[in-house]
C-alpha cells in the first residue's frame, strides 16, 4: 500500500508539471528512461530485423498503424535522399500507355472514383526522418486512412496497398485502366532548409526553377525516360484541358492541407501550388496531383509523424481537400451529404 | 465578489459518444455528447428550451442543429460551433454535480479531464480553452491513465481503453506514461458502426435505417468469433417493418478494428522491459463502452499466446471508469499544486 502511495505521489508531482509545462507553453521535458540499455538494444535488434525484413510487407504491416519502425536509425535522412532512390532497369518506352488529348467536352463530370497513389515502395523507399523512419511507410499509411475516409463516398482504387515496387508507368496506367476520375499521390518533403517545415502541392507542368527540375529527376528515376523524352511527351499534354482540371485539384487540395496543417503547427508553411514535370502524373489521363504533405527533414515535423493521430489529421486535410473538389462544379454534391453543417452523419 | 473556500472536485470524462462526470460530492451523471440549438423560432417554442443536451437533443433532433462536438475523443477542429457544444456540454455536466454558472458563487471547482493518450498539444490548448470559464482550475491527462489510476493499476499494467472515437493503449510502469508507452488508434466504436452500416446495406440494399439505429444495434448485440444467439433486428422494406439477420455483419465489422488492435497490444508488450513483460502480459485491464464486445477479452487472450499467454480483464461497469479515474486524481492532487493549474 505504501509502495502504491509512494508510485502515485510521483505520478502527481510529474502530472502537474506536465500541464504547467502545457500552461506556460514550454515543451514536455525529456523523461529519464529507465532500462535504457535494454532499450538501446531492442533498437539495434529492431534494426537488424528491419534490414532482414526489407521490402517484405510484414515489415511495412508493423510500421503502419501503431507507430513508426526504426527502420534504420543509423542513417538519418539527409538533403539528396530523394535523388538516391535506385534506378531500377530501364522502362520500355513503348510499355507507356501515351498520353492522350483530353476532349474538354467530357467536362464537368462528378468524381466517382478517386486513385490514392502511395508515393515509393519496396525497394524505393523515399527519404527518411532523422530517427530512420521512411517515407514509403509513411505514405502508404497516409495513403490507407484517405482511403478509409474516402470510400463512404467515392469508389476507391489504390495503386499500392503493401510494401512493394510499383513503376510510375504502373501507377499511371493502373489508374488509367480503372477509369478514375482523379489521382492523388502522396509525397512527404525533404526540404534542404531543415527548420523549414511546410506543404506543398504539384500538377503536371513545365518548370523553370532548378529545384524543382532537380526534384522532379529525382521522382522521375524509376521511370527510365531522359529528360529530352520527357519534354516530347510533355509537348503533347501542357496544352490540354486536364492541366486547368490538375491545377484546380492542386489548388483546392493545397489549401485543405495547409488551412488544417497551419492550425495544428502554426510553424507550418503554405509552399504553395506548383507546376513540375513528374513521370506519375504524366502517366496519368486524369486530373492528377502529387502531395507533399509533411517536411520529413524538420525534427519537428517528423516527431509529428511517427503519431498515428497526426497521420490521421493529414489524411483528413486531403480528403477534405478531395470532397471540396468534388463539390466545386466538378463533383456530385450528393456524394458529400452530411460533410457540411450538420455534423451528423446519417 | 465573495471569496471562494468551498472546493467540489470533480473527474470528466469527454467522450465522442458519451461523457461522464464524477464529483467529490457524490454525483455521478452520465449524458450523451450531443448539444443541439433549435433551428427557428417555432422550434424554440415547441422546445422550450435554448438548447438541449444529451438524449433530449437526440431525441429532438429534427427540430435541431444537432452537433456531436467531439471526434476521435477531441474536440472538432475548425467550428465555433462545436467549440460552442462542448462549452454547453461541460456546463450541463457540472450542472448535474451541482456547479451550475447561477449558483457559482463561493464554489471552486477543480477538475481533472481526460483526452486521448496521444492527443497533441494543440487538442490539449483546445480543451483547457473550452473550460476556462467553467472550471478554476484544470489537470489534463492521458484516459487510460486516469483509468488506471482509478483502479490503482499503477505498476505493470496495461490499459485497453475502447470508446466510440479512439482506442486507448497505455502501459503502466509505475510512472507518467510516455510517447512509447501509449498508442492511440482510431479504430474504436464509430468505425464499427461505420462499418456495421456499410455491410448491412450492401446485404440489406432495400432497408432503411440510420446510424443511430445501428449504434443500437452495435450496443444490443456485438460480439467477436461466435455466438448461439443470432443477432436479429428490425428495420423498415417498403416502409414494412421487417426482421433482419445482422450476425455474419456484426461479427465482420466487430473484428474489423482486431488487426490494429491486436498489433498495436503485441508492439507495446515487446517494448516492456524482458522481466515484466509476463507481469505486463497477464494484467491487460481492457475498458471503455466498445470494450464491453461480447468475446473481445477472450480473443485478445487467445492472441496474447503467440507472446507466452496472458490474462485480460473486462471492467464491467466502463461508463464511470474513466471519471472515476479523474476524481481520484483530482482527490489526490495537493492543495498547492492546483494553484499552479489555473491558467
Given at each position: 500500500m505504501a509502495k502504491v502511495d509512494r508510485i502515485k505521489r510521483q505520478l502527481l508531482r510529474d502530472l502537474v508539471q506536465q500541464n504547467v509545462d502545457l500552461i506556460e507553453g514550454r515543451r514536455p521535458r525529456p523523461k529519464p528512461r529507465h532500462g535504457s540499455l535494454w532499450l538501446g538494444l531492442r533498437l539495434a535488434a529492431l534494426a537488424l530485423v528491419s534490414l532482414a525484413l526489407f521490402g517484405s510487407s510484414r515489415l511495412l504491416s508493423t510500421l503502419a498503424e501503431p507507430g513508426p519502425a526504426?527502420?534504420?536509425?543509423?542513417h538519418p535522412g539527409k538533403k539528396g535522399a530523394k535523388p538516391t532512390l535506385p534506378a531500377p532497369a530501364a522502362t520500355a518506352f513503348a510499355g507507356f500507355a501515351a498520353p492522350r488529348p483530353v476532349d474538354?467536352?467530357?467536362?464537368?463530370?462528378?468524381?466517382?472514383k478517386v486513385v490514392i497513389d502511395a508515393g515509393h515502395g519496396g525497394t524505393s523507399v523515399g527519404t527518411r526522418t532523422?530517427?530512420?523512419?521512411l517515407e514509403k511507410a509513411l505514405t502508404l499509411d497516409i495513403a490507407v486512412r484517405l482511403k478509409r475516409l474516402l470510400e463512404k463516398d467515392f469508389q476507391v482504387v489504390m495503386?499500392?496497398?503493401?510494401d512493394q515496387d510499383v513503376s510510375l508507368e504502373q501507377r499511371g496506367t493502373l489508374a488509367n485502366r480503372a477509369g478514375a476520375d482523379i489521382f492523388v499521390s502522396i509525397h512527404l518533403n525533404w526540404i534542404e532548409n531543415r527548420r523549414s517545415r511546410g506543404v506543398e502541392t504539384y500538377y503536371l507542368g513545365p518548370t523553370d526553377d532548378p529545384y524543382l527540375t532537380r526534384l522532379a529527376a529525382a521522382e522521375n528515376?524509376?521511370?527510365?525516360?531522359s529528360m529530352a523524352d520527357m519534354r516530347h511527351l510533355l509537348d503533347r499534354i501542357y496544352a490540354g484541358v486536364r492541366q486547368d482540371k490538375s491545377r484546380k485539384l492542386a489548388e483546392v487540395v493545397q489549401g485543405a492541407l495547409f488551412h488544417s496543417m497551419h492550425k495544428l503547427?502554426?510553424?507550418?508553411?503554405?509552399r504553395g501550388v506548383k507546376a513540375a514535370p513528374f513521370i506519375v502524373l504524366l502517366a496519368t489521363e486524369m486530373p492528377a496531383i502529387l502531395a507533399e504533405?509533411?517536411?520529413?527533414?524538420n525534427e519537428d515535423e517528423a516527431q509529428l509523424l511517427i503519431k498515428p493521430l497526426y497521420r490521421q489529421y493529414i489524411a483528413e486535410a486531403l480528403a477534405k481537400g478531395v470532397r471540396a473538389y468534388a463539390q466545386g462544379?466538378?463533383?456530385?454534391p450528393e456524394m458529400v451529404a452530411g460533410e457540411k453543417g450538420n455534423p451528423i452523419h446519417e | 465578489m465573495s471569496e471562494k473556500k468551498e472546493v467540489l472536485r470533480v473527474g470528466i470524462d469527454?467522450?465522442?459518444s458519451r461523457s461522464s462526470i464524477s464529483s467529490s460530492n457524490g454525483q455521478r451523471h452520465v449524458v450523451e455528447s450531443y448539444v443541439g440549438w433549435p433551428l427557428d423560432m417555432v422550434a424554440r417554442k415547441v422546445l422550450k428550451k435554448n438548447v438541449l443536451i444529451g438524449r433530449e437533443a437526440l431525441d429532438n433532433r429534427s427540430m435541431l442543429d444537432l452537433?456531436?462536438?467531439?471526434?476521435q475523443g477531441l474536440i472538432k477542429d475548425g467550428s465555433e460551433k462545436d467549440e460552442a457544444a462542448v462549452r454547453e456540454l461541460l456546463w450541463h455536466l457540472l450542472s448535474l454535480a451541482g456547479a451550475d454558472r447561477e449558483s457559482r458563487d463561493g464554489l471552486k471547482v477543480h477538475a481533472v479531464v481526460g483526452v486521448p493518450a496521444e492527443a497533441l498539444r494543440i487538442n490539449k490548448q483546445q480543451v483547457r480553452k473550452a473550460l476556462q470559464d467553467a472550471v478554476d482550475s484544470l489537470l489534463i491527462v492521458s484516459e487510460p491513465f486516469a483509468v488506471a489510476y482509478g483502479l490503482e493499476e499503477l505498476l505493470h499494467t496495461m490499459i485497453i481503453d475502447i470508446g466510440a472515437g479512439t482506442t486507448d493503449l497505455c502501459v503502466m510502469n509505475?510512472?507518467?506514461?510516455?510517447e512509447e508507452d501509449q498508442r492511440t488508434l482510431t479504430q474504436a466504436g464509430d468505425f464499427i458502426d461505420d462499418q456495421l452500416m456499410r455491410l448491412t446495406r450492401e446485404r440489406y440494399p432495400e432497408a432503411r435505417f440510420s446510424i443511430h439505429m445501428v449504434r443500437a444495434w452495435k450496443e444490443e448485440g456485438s460480439f467477436v468469433?461466435?455466438?448461439?444467439t443470432p443477432v436479429v433486428v428490425t428495420a423498415p422494406v417498403n416502409g414494412k417493418p421487417t426482421q433482419l439477420d445482422i450476425s455474419r455483419e456484426m461479427q465482420q465489422a466487430c473484428e474489423s478494428i482486431l488487426p490494429s488492435l491486436v498489433e498495436s497490444m503485441l508492439d507495446l508488450l515487446t517494448r516492456v522491459q524482458p522481466e515484466y513483460q509476463e507481469k505486463v502480459r497477464n494484467n491487460v485491464v481492457l475498458s471503455g463502452?466498445?470494450?464491453?464486445?461480447?468475446g473481445l477479452g477472450q480473443r485478445l487472450e487467445a492472441e496474447l499466446q503467440a507472446v507466452g499467454g496472458g490474462k485480460v480483464k473486462v471492467?464491467?461497469?466502463?461508463?464511470?471508469v474513466g471519471s472515476d479515474g479523474g476524481l481520484s486524481i483530482a482527490t489526490d492532487a495537493p492543495e498547492g499544486d492546483w494553484e499552479k493549474l489555473t491558467g
Open positions: 526504426v527502420a534504420a536509425a543509423a474538354a467536352a467530357i467536362f464537368p463530370l462528378a468524381v466517382r532523422p530517427q530512420g523512419v495503386t499500392r496497398e503493401a528515376r524509376e521511370s527510365g525516360y503547427s502554426p510553424e507550418v508553411a503554405d504533405v509533411s517536411s520529413m527533414s462544379g466538378e463533383g456530385a | 469527454l467522450g465522442t452537433h456531436r462536438p467531439l471526434e509505475g510512472r507518467l506514461p510516455t468469433g461466435s455466438t448461439k463502452g466498445t470494450g464491453l464486445i461480447r471492467v464491467k461497469d466502463p461508463i464511470f
